[in-house]
Nanobody, 122 residues
Framework: QVQLVESGGGLVQAGGSLRLSCAAS????????MAWFRQVPGKEREFVTA????????DYADSVKGRFTISRDNAKDTVYLQMNSLKPEDTAVYYC???????????????WGQGTQVTVSS
């Protein structure tokens, strides 16, 4: 069984930074992409960013472009989300996801973490 465990969330002031981590564990699995999504209570989960495992291509939601960066450490089987210049509207639960086979970096994810809360105060 594959497990994704997020960490690094917390409370930060507007303009500050946080780095989220997503560690994969359990059985080894071949993946096509890993991503971060976020969700605010009462709203649908929204795409934040993704990384193609094959070619390293990345995709970012317009709302985070230029402020957030996704990266990976193959040796640790971990994906990171560096979040800079945080805004109150970035407040959400952030979820890590992995896709076994996906034709789109924004959809088709098979495994999900439990989420980590990010709160940005104004």
């Amino acid at each position: 069984q594959v497990q994704l465990v997020e960490s690094g969330g917390g409370l930060v002031q507007a303009g500050g930074s946080l780095r989220l981590s997503c560690a994969a564990s359990g059985r080894a699995f071949s993946r096509s992409a890993m991503a971060w999504f976020r969700q605010v209570p009462g709203k649908e989960r929204e795409f934040v960013t993704a990384l193609s495992w094959k070619n390293g291509n990345t995709d970012y939601a317009d709302s985070v472009k230029g402020r957030f960066t996704i990266s990976r450490d193959n040796a640790k089987d971990t994906v990171y989300l560096q979040m800079n210049s945080l805004k109150p509207e970035d407040t959400a639960v952030y979820y890590c996801a992995a896709a076994l086979l996906s034709f789109s970096l924004r959809a088709g994810y098979n495994y999900w973490g439990q989420g980590t809360q990010v709160t940005v105060s104004s």
